[in-house]
């Protein structure tokens, strides 16, 4: 398999800490991103919205981190069996994507991507607006997870 990846993206850092935790090898390909690697016609016929992580197994071309991190954990104890440990899961995944992810987006995009792509001046109010929102989020991630580990339970499994 190879994962098509940018190492400080967020969503491809997700992807990796599942990749860890289970064990999986793969081949890494690194997209420069910064310089219009995802752009390209050949990466772009792997994702047509251009971004980053793909994966690739054999013929099989996925992309979205959530659904990457759905079909490498199929099966593992990553996954719980039960409902509601299973529906807590997918709960706290949808709640990254909806709502953390965009915050973190809205600064690092101010602060890194136009540094590095010359796209102009931070925002100053965006980096406000993005600021806020985690802030507000990261206590609601706190109290998930005051009596516990990992936000939707444990992890790995114990070590035998």
Do not use: C
């Amino acid at each position: 398999m190879k994962l098509y990846d940018f190492a400080p993206s967020p969503n491809a850092r997700k992807v990796r800490s599942v990749v860890y935790e289970l064990g999986v090898t793969l081949e890494i390909v690194p997209i420069d991103l910064f310089h219009g690697g995802s752009h390209a016609p050949a990466f772009l016929a792997k994702n047509p919205n251009g971004r980053i992580p793909v994966l690739e197994d054999g013929d099989f071309v996925l992309w979205e981190s959530t659904a990457i991190l759905h079909y490498l954990a199929r099966g593992s104890a990553l996954v719980p069996a039960a409902p509601r440990a299973n529906a807590d899961m997918h709960r706290w995944l949808a709640w990254q994507v909806a709502h953390l992810g965009p915050a973190m987006s809205k600064v690092g995009f101010e602060r890194v991507v136009k540094r590095y792509t010359n796209r102009g001046a931070p925002d100053q109010a965006r980096i406000a607006e993005g600021t806020a929102e985690f802030a507000q989020l990261i206590q609601i991630f706190d109290a998930a997870i005051a009596d516990r580990e990992y936000v939707a339970g444990t992890l790995s499994p114990p070590a035998s």
